[in-house]
């Protein structure tokens, strides 16, 4: 039975992966997270105390990390600062955290010999044509344009680095958008439920056309159990569901389904250098590793998180409003 450290364990990705753990494997899980505003404890309520300990800390607590990736087997390392529409604003916490923070880890997995996986997206890749015919591969040249993206792209290259010059025994992989329970209410698809819910108006960004290659969590935390148990040393693994959407389809499904007219949202002012289109080719992953999804249905996908959204009120009401009040301050 081993050891595992999850860094931001209590945020939505890393939730749904700690919760997967518990359910299908046999590690003891270590949660180390800063519990910032994106951060919640109660995410990982009704999980067994003897499988789950959290500790409250900063990856880039040089002495807490060295101390806890010493006693672990393996680090998976999901904490970050998340929101493309938070850096444009103040990029700051996505350095410290995203680019010391990893630093910090690498260098205590390399110093301890342990085994580092690293959580990062497809949005270092840039974006493409809606047109385009290609999709990301592992091959396809780093180009991220929000501060956001270059900081989990130059997160990803230290990664590379320490495995060149080091040794370091890391695997990478680069996620497509990921939905389902315990989503902050700042993201596209919670953002526009909770506002149903209240009786506001979904809001879409400019025009609405961008697309983004849905996943389950649920699906991206198999994916990251299969590339820790099988991976290899040094790659990079991109996880994609073949889930193309663009944003205005989305909304509307949701309006759909929560018995409201399609077209009942309003159009608020784009996110500055907005991508247009994010889309993964995850080949590597399926033939390599032998990864298939499961939530392969995006519309019933969409209805349980729905539904999870109207039972877990108590779960996202203390962020509304400040979310909503921080949205309306940038016209959004
Ligand atoms: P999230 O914002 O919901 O959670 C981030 C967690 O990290 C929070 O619990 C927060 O408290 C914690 N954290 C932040 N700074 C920290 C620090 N300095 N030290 C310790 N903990 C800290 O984010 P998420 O959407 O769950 O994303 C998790 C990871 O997955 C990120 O690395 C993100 O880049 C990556 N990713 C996300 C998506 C997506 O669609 N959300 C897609 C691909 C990749
Ligand atoms: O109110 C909104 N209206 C809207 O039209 C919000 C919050 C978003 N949008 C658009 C912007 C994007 O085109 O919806 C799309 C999705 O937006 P986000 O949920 O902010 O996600 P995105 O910027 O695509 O990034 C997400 O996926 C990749 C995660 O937040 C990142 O952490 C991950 O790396």
Redesign the pocket.
Known sequence: MGKILV????????SNFVRFLVESTDYCVTV?????Y???EESLGGLPSNRVELIR????DGLLVDELVRLHDVVVH??????NDNSLFDPRPFL??NVI?TYTLIEACRKHDKRFHH????EVYGDLELDDPNRFTETTPYNPSSPYSST?AASDLLVRAWVRSFGLRATIS?????YGPY??VE?FIPRQITNILDGVRPKLYGKGDNVRDWIHANDHSSAVLAIIEQGRIGETYLIGADGEKNNRAVVELILEHMGHAHDAYDHVVDRPGHDLRYAIDSSKLRVDLGWTPTYSNFEAGIKNTIDWYRENEAWWRPQKAETEAKYKTQGQ
């Open positions: 860094t931001g364990g209590a945020g939505f990705i890393g180390l997270d800063k519990l910032t994106a951060g919640n800390g900063d990856v880039a999901y904490a970050a600062e998340s929101h410290d955290t923070g959580i990062s997206t497809d989990k680069n996620c497509s958008n990921n989503q902050h993201k």
